[in-house]
């Protein structure tokens, strides 16, 4: 991915990234049934997003704003962080601390949702959310500075779509993407003597690109499912690259460049189903297929340079949820879920960029119907992240001035959410 990549350039290997920076949190309130209600649902206007051919089970106009706070934690531990110093026989321990939590307190995660019944067969719909993003800052004295020390990254993705009711029980539909992609990184740079101050590399860049999505929807008594294909994105990022406080030698690598880069985002197929056990009670299953198998590679190309490319060869993954809803009474629904969430990432790619690893969500949430008009919508979830080791020998200048850092780590943390909306229905 281009902020992670570029910071290889034509004075670095291009670091490995991991994953972690698809979010799930699209939905306050199928963040309290851990996403289990996905493509079959339609219960709420986030099915825009979800499966838009779900609208055709939303009558007259329905409207819904939120935002999730996302609590995100993540420690990092030292286990012998090493670089190289030219003439030096012997690798040299990197100084430094943990970096602290990288991770904002507090991430809002926003989104917007409405729907429209155009007529018995026809529905429009729009939604604005944010499915990709990453904010954290390590200390300046990080022992992992020069794998990272600040990313900031966000996508804004608005989709305009439509669905059309074939029969009673059959609906289609689909819609188109226009996502915005803007990015800040930098990491430290090592000066070829230990003891000098180290560099520093700045990147940044956006784009906006173009994706499509196409969904069915099924429903037959008290069973419904749902099948919905989000296309990759295909980004082109374009911006600047920034050396600065190289020392002696390699001097004249503090540039300032145009630098772009190729970034595909996976494909993702939604499978749901949802079952009425009672009049009361809903349970629900959805699985997730994620083809991060096409971001196999970073090729940077700086402008008047040389371009740098990077295997990094990440897996393709999935996710499984579970979940279930009872109505209490004509106001109040409460709903639980879990979800197992495999991380993408290849364990010889590894990075503090992104800590990351296999997930584990516990959620709960409820819906209390104000009125015939407006409900409310809140849930509570906390996600276990995996631990994962992180060995990652980065090159730096060509020789006879070459440095090899390489970041020994143990990552972990986890995540808690805190959501809620307020649907409108006309």
């Known amino acids: 991915m281009f902020i992670f990549a570029i910071a290889g350039g034509t004075l670095t290997s291009a670091p490995a990234l991991a994953g972690g920076f698809y979010l799930q949190e699209q939905s306050p309130l199928e963040t309290g049934r851990a996403l289990s209600g996905g493509a079959a649902a339609a219960d709420d206007p986030s099915t825009v997003y979800f499966n838009p051919a779900a609208m055709t089970a939303l009558p007259g106009i329905q409207i819904s704003t939120g935002a999730i706070a996302l609590m995100p934690t993540a420690l990092q531990t030292n286990r012998g962080t090493t670089r190289s110093a030219p003439g030096l026989p012997v690798q040299v321990p990197v100084s430094g601390g943990s970096g602290g939590n990288p991770f904002h307190k507090v991430i809002p995660v926003p989104s917007f949702y409405a729907t429209a019944q155009v007529n018995d067969r026809l529905w429009a719909g729009i939604g604005v959310n944010a ?47 226009a996502q915005y992609v803007k990015v ?51 980004h082109s990022l374009g911006g600047r690259y920034v050396v600065t406080g190289l020392l002696g030698p390699i001097a004249a690598g503090n540039v300032d460049l145009p630098v772009s880069a190729p970034l595909t985002l996976p494909d993702i197929v939604t499978v749901s189903l949802t079952r009425s ?10 699985a997730r297929w994620y083809n991060w198998s096409v971001f196999r590679e970073i090729n940077i190309q700086p402008e008047g340079a040389a371009a740098s490319v990077k295997e990094l060869h990440y897996r393709d993954s999935y996710s499984m949820s579970v979940g279930g809803e009872y109505d209490v009474s004509d106001r109040l629904t409460l709903r639980a879920g879990t979800m197992f ?68 780590s143990l990552t972990s943390g986890n995540a808690d959410q805190f959501a809620a909306s307020l649907t409108a229905r006309f």
Do not use: C
């Not at 209390?368 to 060995?391: C, E, M, Q, T």
């Open 184 to 234: 800040k990184l930098t990491n430290a740079l090592p000066n070829l003597s230990p003891s000098a101050p180290d560099g520093l590399l700045s990147v940044t860049g956006d784009d906006l690109s173009f994706g499509w999505n196409l969904g069915a929807f099924y429903t037959s008594g008290g069973t419904n499912f749902g099948v919905h294909y989000r296309s990759r994105m295909k």
């Open 277 to 286: 056990l009672t009049p009361r009670l809903r349970a629900m299953l959805t």
């Open 131 to 177: 499915p990709f993003g990453l904010k954290l800052d390590y200390d300046p004295d990080f022992f992992g500075r020069y794998d990272s020390l600040h990313t900031d990254l966000k996508t804004y993705n608005i989709q305009p779509s439509l669905a059309f009711r074939i029969t009673d029980n059959l609906s289609i539909g689909g819609g188109i993407d």
């Open 341 to 408: 969430d495999r991380t993408p990432t290849n364990p010889q790619y590894l990075t503090t960029r992104v800590p990351d690893g296999d997930r584990v969500w516990l959620s709960g949430g409820a819906t209390f119907n104000l009125s015939d008009a407006f409900a409310l919508n809140v849930s509570y979830a906390h996600n276990f992240v995996g631990k994962a080791n992180i060995i990652r020998p980065d090159e730096y200048y060509p020789a006879p001035a070459t440095v090899v850092a390489t970041t020994r």
